[in-house]
């Protein structure tokens, strides 16, 4: 990217402190024709604003700077009533010889946080820019030049974090061992031998080793022996099991090798460590009912309902032992995650999860025949909030689970995979562009609002809802059924049908919705429901295949 062929012209700028918990903004409501090329850049100083463009949240962090389109709306709000923001409005133009030609907005992923280090932001800004001008006289020229430079200056770190996060993507995808490490993440219960992990690299063994420790700073063997020790402890920590059945269960086939190993790396036996950690230290934790519920820290029996939690905990190494998954386990992506869970049905039955001796239940709803207090009985239950969104809920789960570190991992990963999509699909649409989607079951017919495929669309990759489809997502409508006449009420510039996958070629020539594609201009993609979940692994992988979806022709 390069922004030295562009003109960035200022038009305003104004910092302010949130002195309320929500502030609305809306500045572009009375745009002109013949201001497309206006864009405003906020800037986040402090933590706790969530910033709404049409809609979407948008959790911002400090130093977060974010791009939004002249046809976009936002508002703001904050928990931190000393949250502070700065914001520019400006104009961009393509300076061709003589001529400025406005266009739309810098070359920058617009809709999408820049997470910037707040240091680089105040080093940029200076201590005048954080001064809020709401009351005060028109800035001077001056003013106006030197803040003109420093929201290049801005702009050009944004730039700059894009190319980083490109290189990172590049170097990912060529870093083999890297790959063969999350390999032994993940499988350390496996019998893997170092022959078996170069030959995934396509090395030869001294090589991979080699290259592993300058990686790892261990060698293969010795890195395996810690994965598998470090999950001993945690089963040691809250099982009953015998040695034996918990040096199989981490991939050692002899007791007492498994018990040497974790005597040299704990300084103690495993029965041992399993005595100073038997008394279970308990954590209090509010649910979405405001109940105060005592959690046990280190826990690792865990059951839950399923859709909102599973994918969660299972992104988080922390599997459940049992689950609700009769509806998901042939309709999700990870299905084959699933063979271990004990399945309870379609919805968590008390009298089955009893079975299973819990520690923690955690579900996302409550079942009109589950009874709270028979539940709590069994074990600690948490009942999660079913507004939180993807992250909300991600970073949530983890905290209770004591896994947040892994969490934010996987969200700078997301962000970055991200970022790489939106430049691999610059061709293939347009950030604003309106959109819709519809599922098409038997003979029903839906249309999604903030959920699902819709969830990743609307958050990820920059999309608005059509106008209709947003009056569902105001509404908290997560989707409704429609009948085939209303079918043109909620389209966008571009429409996403789901159907199962032995269905797709049929849904594709039904009248109403090749009228639907007619409509759009060709602009109508046929996904499999498989991608209609908005837990983290089908998120994650949904943007690998978002690229063939776009280019996916029914005939």
């Known amino acids: 990217m390069n922004l030295a062929p562009l003109y960035i012209r200022l038009q ?29 850049l906020l800037i986040a100083l402090s933590h706790g604003i969530r910033l709404y463009v049409d809609n979407i949240a948008i959790d911002l962090r400090q130093g977060s700077c974010i791009l939004v389109l ?38 920058l992923l617009c809709g999408s946080p820049y997470n910037l280090l707040i240091s680089q932001v105040n080093r940029v800004l200076g ?3 954080r001064i809020s001008n709401q009351c005060c006289s028109s800035p001077s020229t001056s003013e106006m030049a030197m803040m003109q430079g420093r929201l290049q200056l801005i702009l050009g770190l944004m730039v700059q974090f894009d190319e980083q996060v490109s290189q990172s993507q590049n170097n990912e995808k060529i870093n083999l061992v890297q790959q063969t490490v999350h ?6 219960d496996e019998d893997l031998t170092v022959e078996k992990l170069a030959s995934m690299a396509g090395m ?20 395996l022996v810690q994965l598998r020790i470090n999950h001993a402890k945690g089963l040691l920590r809250n099982s009953t099991e015998t040695l034996g059945k918990i040096s199989r269960q981490i991939g050692f086939k002899d007791e ?47 059951v839950t309902d399923g859709k909102f939690t599973l994918g969660e905990l299972l992104v988080l190494a922390m599997p459940p032992i049992g689950a609700a998954i009769s509806i998901m386990k042939d309709n999700v992506i990870y299905h084959n995650k699933l063979r271990n869970i004990h399945n309870l049905g379609y919805w968590a039955d008390p009298d089955k999860i009893a079975q299973l001796q819990p520690e923690l239940l955690l579900l996302s709803y409550v079942h009109p025949e589950q009874d709270l207090q028979k539940l709590d009985t069994i074990a600690p239950t948490v009942i999660l909030n079913s507004k939180f969104r993807l992250f909300e809920r991600l970073r949530y789960i983890a905290k209770l689970v004591e896994r947040s570190n892994a969490a ?23 950030a604003g562009e309106t959109a819709a989607v519809y599922l098409k079951f038997g003979t029903k017919l839906y249309i999604m609002g903030q959920s699902g495929l819709a969830a990743t669309l609307y958050e990820s990759l920059a999309f608005r809802p059509s106008a209709n489809v947003m009056h569902l997502i105001e509404q908290g409508q997560a989707w409704i059924e429609i009948q085939q006449h209303q079918i043109n009420h909620y389209a966008g510039d571009r429409n996403f049908v789901l159907a ?13 919705i090749a009228a639907l594609a007619d409509l759009s201009n060709g602009n109508t993609h046929f996904v499999d429901t498989t991608w209609n979940y908005d837990d983290p692994i089908t998120r994650g992988r949904l943007l690998e295949v978002l690229p063939y979806i776009f280019n996916k022709k029914i005939k």
């Open 12 to 40: 305003h700028y104004d910092t302010f402190q949130f002195d309320q918990i929500i502030l609305a903004n809306g500045h572009n409501e009375g745009m002109n024709d013949n201001e497309t090329n206006l864009c405003t």
């Open 256 to 302: 007492y090798y498994f018990s040497r190993c974790f005597h040299k790396l704990t300084g103690h036996t495993p029965r041992e460590y399993s005595n100073i950690h038997l008394r279970t230290r308990q954590r209090t934790v509010i649910d979405s009912f405001g109940r105060k519920i005592h959690v046990p820290k280190d826990t690792t029996r865990i």
């Open 183 to 188: 390999y032994m993440e993940q499988h350390y």
């Open 127 to 129: 201590k005048e820019a």
């Open 204 to 223: 030869v063994r001294w090589q991979y080793s080699q290259k592993f420790k300058i990686m790892t700073g261990k060698k293969p063997n010795e890195y």
């Open 500 to 512: 199962p996958r032995q269905e797709l070629q049929t849904v594709a020539h039904c009248s109403h």
């Open 408 to 430: 934010e991992k996987w969200i700078t990963r997301y962000e970055d995979k991200v970022r790489w999509l939106r430049r691999q699909l610059a061709d293939a649409y347009v």
């Open 70 to 107: 002249p046809v976009q709306r936002y508002t703001m709000e904050s928990s931190n009533k000393e949250a502070q923001l700065v914001r520019f409005t400006f104009e961009t133009f393509k300076v061709e010889g003589m001529t400025l030609n406005p266009v739309a907005h810098p070359p």
